[in-house]
């Protein structure tokens, strides 16, 4: 077997050509619908064990529910609630396995569960629940989960609620940037051979002469063109969209999905100054999280059954006033109204369904379905779990494969594979010192000691790559008024990240239109005209661009 990593096109969407060549003339031995954090796992691990792989993606990757979560790697404390005991050791384990592999897209974080009188959790049930979780994921000693006073509480977090707070338990969960962590593991496929593309929609699925599936009709969703792509086994990691390729393959059968909408808003500090992540009650009985982030806060999540569409599954007046109650309860002077929220998001999850279960009751874990046709569906799980999941599905292909005298296939590498960006030796603490290099690195190009910072953090060691642009958007840069930073980071994306529309980058790329809206406002139209400008888009491209972001910015309240 040859582990050797072949070089492969640039990740540019200038080469969307060659990409779409390479797909349609090749025959691979795993082609994956989906470009979600569960499909760009499995094109990793089988990439890495030597297989010639593929990946399609019928949007931007993560565009589905992968840029749409809470943004935690976490156990998932609540699931011990309902006995998930093996999910949360599995999952609790990953945490540590995801940071390690990319501590530029995950960080510790520390969170803080107030407990109060008649509330969820009892001061006893919560300090056995957090030791449970810390053994169960096997935290390190100087993580593992404290126990604080009420007033250790209100000094950790001075919002909260006083009437009736008996303490709290302080325990280390991870926050994440989800649309990242996404591409970074796409990346790293890439690196490693895969031929991944977004814009690419699997329409319907080819079949041998045993009626085996062997490839799919993919259509360019860019040009409209239709292309056929050849593999020997063809993995579905459509996410809320599985069942639809089920359905394409006849095989739509027992069990099925049933998708869940959660909402999240997101406030300035001015207006919602949060110091401190906190996991808290919500009356109805669920549970809900508010998170710092950026000089921002955002909270959620609601969990209600969804029908629609999937890919917009948009915020209603109940969703908005479900977070705003339980935000105001639990820090009751802020008197947050519906117009202080400067952005939202909504996602579906992808969960398998129970029957006589509630929206929160179903499990989260992870199925796996074979089709007479020989067509793997991967459902379920979470983002956390997903280089696990991918290794699940992987030993399932090489299995397969091998079978077939195909192969010798390696065994899983994953575990210590950094991603891209996250090459820090095997240390996250190095990252620290690499982003303080880095950030006089920026300095000597003209960035603010803030922004290359800001740069390095979020591209890791990937970031001297973002440096190099600027002498080259330099004057350009000028001329058009944009900053340097946001100008490096779009021209990185679109050279070494497949961002193909203006949404990829203000969204997935950069998460400014959920966090940074003023930025967007003020530069949207820069960043529309830099990129008509490589792709040569028409005129009714640029306008249709430029509606599509306003129309985003005007739910979200902006003037413009
Ligand atoms: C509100 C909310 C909060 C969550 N919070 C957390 C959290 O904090 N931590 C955590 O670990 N997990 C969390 N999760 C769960 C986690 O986000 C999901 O489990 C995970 O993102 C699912 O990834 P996926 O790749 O399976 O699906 P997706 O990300 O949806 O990817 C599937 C992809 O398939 C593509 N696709 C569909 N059909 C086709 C086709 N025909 N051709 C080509 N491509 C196609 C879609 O466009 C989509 O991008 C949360 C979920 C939600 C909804």
């Known amino acids: 077997m040859n582990r050797s990593v072949k070089k ?89 396995i995801v940071y390690g592999n990319a501590p530029h897209v995950t960080m510790p974080e520390w969170m803080l569960l107030p407990i109060y009188r008649g509330g969820t959790f009892g001061r006893f049930t919560t300090s056995v629940g957090l030791k449970f979780y810390d053994y169960l994921a096997g935290v390190r000693r100087e993580e593992r989960r404290t126990m604080l006073s009420a007033r250790e509480t209100l000094e950790r977090e001075p919002l909260l609620r006083r009437d009736g707070l008996l303490g709290g338990g302080y325990y280390v969960e991870y926050r994440t940037d989800d649309a990242r962590l996404t591409i970074e593991v796409v990346k790293k496929a890439v690196e490693q051979g895969a031929a991944a593309l977004n814009y690419v ?178 459902a379920g799980g979470k983002l956390t779990g997903y280089r696990k999941m991918a290794e699940t599905v992987t030993d399932l292909l090489v299995r397969k494969l091998t079978g077939e005298g195909r192969g010798p296939f390696g065994s899983c590498v994953t575990r210590n594979l950094p991603l891209s960006g996250g090459d820090f030796g095997g240390s996250t603490a190095r990252m620290e010192a690499y982003v303080e290099e880095q950030a006089s690195a920026g300095m000597e190009q003209g960035l603010t000691r803030e922004e290359a910072e800001r740069l390095a953090r979020r591209y890791g060691t990937n970031v001297p790559g973002v440096f190099a642009l600027v002498s080259e958007i330099r004057e350009d840069a000028l001329r058009r008024k944009v900053p340097l930073e946001l100008y490096a980071a779009l021209r990185y994306g679109m050279d070494e990240e497949m961002c193909t529309l203006p949404e990829d980058f203000l969204v997935r790329r950069s998460g400014a239109l959920f966090f940074d809206v003023d930025r967007v406002s003020k530069y949207y139209r820069s960043v529309i005209d830099i990129m008509a400008d490589a792709n040569h888009w028409s005129e009714d491209d640029i306008r249709s661009f430029v509606r599509s972001i306003e129309t985003k910015l005007s739910e979200r309240g902006r003037r413009l």
């Open 8 to 96: 492969n096109i640039a990740f540019s969407a200038a080469r969307r050509g060659e990409w779409i060549r390479k797909l349609s003339s090749e025959t691979f031995d795993v082609l994956v619908i989906g470009g979600g954090i569960t499909g760009a796992g499995i094109a990793l691990d089988a990439v890495t064990r030597g297989m010639s792989t593929a990946l399609i993606e019928m949007q931007d990757f993560a565009a589905g529910t992968s840029s749409r979560s809470t943004k935690l790697v976490h156990g998932g404390l609540r699931y011990l609630k309902q006995f998930e005991v093996k999910m949360v050791a599995e999952v609790g384990k990953e945490r540590a």
């Open 201 to 378: 929609r699997a329409e319907g699925l080819l079949y041998d002469g045993q009626g085996q599936v062997n490839g799919v009709e993919a259509r360019d969703m860019r040009t409209g063109e239709k292309l056929s792509i050849r593999a020997r086994k063809v993995v579905n990691a459509a996410g809320p969209w599985v069942d639809q390729i089920r359905e394409m393959d006849g095989s739509r059968r027992g069990k099925t999905l049933r998708l869940t909408k959660g909402v999240h808003l997101v406030f300035d500090q001015k207006r919602f100054p949060l110091r401190q992540a906190v996991y808290f009650d919500v009356p109805d009985g669920r549970m809900m999280f508010a998170i710092p982030r950026d000089g921002k806060t955002y909270v959620g999540t609601t969990d209600t059954d969804f029908a629609g569409d999937p890919s917009e599954p948009g915020v209603t007046t109940e969703d908005r006033e479900y977070i705003l109650r339980a935000a105001n309860e639990m820090f009751p002077t802020l008197g947050l109204t519906v117009q202080d929220a400067e952005s939202e998001w909504s996602g579906v999850r992808p969960l398998i369904y129970e029957e006589g279960k509630s929206p929160s009751e179903i499990s989260r874990k992870d199925e796996i379905f074979q089709s007479p046709s020989g067509l793997i569906t991967i």
